[in-house]
Structure formats: structure tokens, C-alpha cells
């Protein structure tokens, strides 16, 4: 079964700071993957999703993602983080040929300090 | 749209009794899915139904039923509660389930079983 990791559980930033969120996952073949934002009490929202092409990948709200095959990673960046960044970072992978649903990562919980 | 819609948002359960989740989606997709979120182990995924008329089940079924009764409407129910099912659970739906399969989610049910 594929597996998704993601590094750090827990980041605690200031405005400003750049953001650097890692995601590995386990599976070989064709993936696509995603990042999820879950801002405090709301639900999952697409941040970016990478499905082929250009491996560098930009979202909503200033975040970009890289795609590197040969590390079996897609880690999340933004240059400059903002308080509202605060949220919980949910990176996925799809693999399946089938319906089966999307791989998620444990999360990272990001905190944004003034 | 509304897109992906619960209900309830808020459950209280007392061990042994039985409820059922409500979801619904406008966007006409064929593919839905019913994943719990706990802390620190991400969303995994309960079950998930390809087109209307079937169902699979996913990481952790034991515990759940589920019924896709329409294209729109795919409900998640507890037979016999137990405290280990305190949990958020969050539905989602996608236009298929092939790989390029983006998924979107409902607000997500608070439930607590005590």
C-alpha cells in the first residue's frame, strides 16, 4: 500500500518567514498529487494539484509546489507567509487506477506568529 | 452551488446507539467517499463508491455501513457506536475515480461518542 509522509507535524512561523513544507510518498508508478488546506474549523480546500507537465506547480494564495520524481516528493513553499496562513497542511496522493480514494499525509499544523 | 453538503455538524452518541451521516452533492459527480479525521493520523479513508450503485470499502471499514441511495446522496451509518468512532468525519465527492480525480469536501460532522 502507498504511503504519504510528511516531515514536520507541527511549524510555528513568523510573518514574513518562508514557508517549506515537505511530502514524500512511497508508490513508483503514476501519481498525482495534492495539497489540502484545512483553516481552523473550516473543511479541506485545493490548495495545488500536479498531474503532469511542468513540475513546479502554483496554487492559490501565493503557494507553489515541486514536483521531483526522482525523490518521490512534492514539497510546499511560499516565500513570504502571512498570519492567515495559520491551518492544518494536508499533502494526498492519488495513484489508483480505480475510485479508491486519495492517500493523505498525517498533516502539518502551521502557526503564523504576528 | 452548494457543492458537498452534511448533516448533522454536531452529534453526541452514547456508546451502543446507532446514527447515520448525510451527504449530498450537486456538482453531478459520479464518485463519493466518507473519510474520518483523527489527530495526528490525517483523513483516512472509510469507504467509497465508484458510481451510483456501488460501494467499497476503504482503510477502516470495521464498524460502518454504507448506502449510495442516488447519484447525489451517499450516507455513512454507525450501527452500534463505540468511543474509538469519536471522530470527525468528512464526505467528498469527485467527477470520477480515475487518476486525475481532484476530490471535494463537505464541512465535515463532529461526533463524539461517550
Known amino acids: 500500500a502507498q504511503s504519504v509522509s510528511q516531515h514536520n507535524h507541527h511549524v510555528i512561523l513568523s510573518e514574513a518567514a518562508s514557508l517549506e513544507l515537505g511530502c514524500n510518498y512511497s508508490y513508483g508508478g503514476t501519481v498525482n498529487l495534492f495539497w489540502y488546506v484545512q483553516y481552523p474549523g473550516q473543511h479541506l480546500q485545493l490548495l495545488l494539484k500536479y498531474f503532469s507537465g511542468d513540475p513546479l506547480v502554483k496554487g492559490i494564495k501565493g503557494f507553489e509546489a515541486e514536483f521531483i520524481k526522482s525523490k518521490f516528493s512534492f514539497n510546499l513553499r511560499k516565500p513570504s507567509v502571512q498570519w492567515s496562513d495559520t491551518a492544518e497542511y494536508f499533502c494526498a496522493v492519488n495513484s489508483g487506477g480505480g475510485a479508491d480514494g486519495l492517500t493523505f499525509g498525517k498533516g502539518t499544523h502551521l502557526i503564523i506568529q504576528p | 452551488n452548494a457543492g458537498v453538503t452534511q448533516t448533522p455538524k454536531f452529534q453526541v452518541l452514547k456508546t451502543g446507539q446507532s446514527m447515520t451521516l448525510q451527504c449530498a452533492q450537486d456538482?453531478?459527480?459520479?464518485?463519493m467517499y466518507w473519510y474520518r479525521q483523527d489527530p495526528g493520523m490525517g483523513l483516512r479513508l472509510i469507504y467509497y463508491s465508484a458510481s451510483e450503485g456501488t460501494t467499497d470499502k476503504g482503510e477502516v471499514p470495521n464498524g460502518y455501513n454504507v448506502s449510495r441511495l442516488n447519484k447525489r446522496e451517499f450516507s455513512l451509518r454507525l450501527e452500534s457506536a463505540a468511543p474509538s468512532q469519536t471522530s470527525v468525519y468528512f464526505c467528498?465527492?469527485?467527477?470520477?475515480?480515475?487518476?486525475?480525480?481532484?476530490?471535494?469536501f463537505g464541512p465535515g460532522t463532529r461526533l463524539t461518542v461517550l
Open positions: 467528498a465527492s469527485s467527477e470520477d475515480g480515475g487518476l486525475y480525480n481532484e476530490q471535494f
Open positions: 456538482m453531478n459527480h459520479n464518485s
